[in-house]
């Protein structure tokens, strides 16, 4: 099992973690995650268990990507990557600047759902990347159709920049600065 990188307790739902992914150990219960239909904007809907390896694989062999087990009272419950959108999805397509870092994150489907648990998800990779002292704004693109995202998005200081016509969607690129987290979230922020 692969160490922690990041820890945080939400006040009202408890531990939350991120952990580097294995593509091999991981992938069947990232399969299960990706191809369910709550999943659609995640476009792996048809993947099998070795392409979902194959995706990981690809994901952590490349210099500028990285994918995180989300883990939540020490059960995988999510999935996070963060990569640099100079080099990853958006170049070229955006106004870049000095510390931004891309992300996504993918909560897994719940059987008994739980009242701000992706709150409390996006919340939590929020402050991971904003761990890092060299992360000045985090850069999103969910699909334009995404609305849940997008409000969850907002909740957590994202500002909407536009639109942008990337390969498999339109995009919604919305951006947030560690002010506008740390002025929704004072305390969550590392030191």
């Known amino acids: 099992?692969?160490?922690?990188?990041?820890?945080r307790v939400d006040r009202r739902l408890g531990a939350f973690a991120l952990r580097p992914l294995d593509p091999v150990a991981d992938a069947p219960v990232l399969h299960r995650w990706v191809t369910h239909p709550k999943a659609a904007?995640?476009?792996?809907?048809e993947a099998d268990l070795a392409a979902v390896v194959a995706e990981y694989r690809r994901i952590a062999a490349h210099p500028h990507h990285e994918a995180y087990l989300g883990l939540w009272d020490g059960r995988p419950?999510?999935?996070?990557?963060?990569?640099?959108?100079?080099?990853?999805e958006l170049v070229g397509r955006y106004d870049r600047q000095e510390g931004d870092v891309g992300m996504h994150f993918l909560c897994a489907p719940a059987e008994q759902p739980v009242s701000g648990f992706t709150l409390a998800v996006i919340t939590t990779v929020m402050a991971w990347l904003?761990?890092?002292?060299?992360?000045?704004?985090?850069?999103v693109e969910p699909?334009?159709?995404?609305?849940?995202?997008?409000?969850l998005n907002a909740a957590v200081g994202f500002t909407v920049v536009g639109t942008v016509a990337l390969p498999d969607k339109e995009a919604l690129l919305?951006?947030?600065?560690r002010a506008d987290f740390q002025a929704r979230y004072e305390g969550e922020m590392p030191a």
Request: hydrophobic letters at 45%; aromatic letters at 12%.
């Open 41 to 45: 904007f995640w476009l792996m809907q």
């Open 174 to 177: 919305s951006t947030c600065t």
């Open 143 to 151: 699909d334009v159709r995404n609305t849940a995202v997008q409000a």
């Open 1 to 7: 099992m692969t160490a922690e990188t990041f820890r």
């Open 130 to 139: 904003f761990a890092d002292p060299t992360v000045r704004r985090v850069v």
């Open 77 to 88: 419950a999510f999935l996070a990557e963060r990569y640099d959108p100079a080099h990853v």
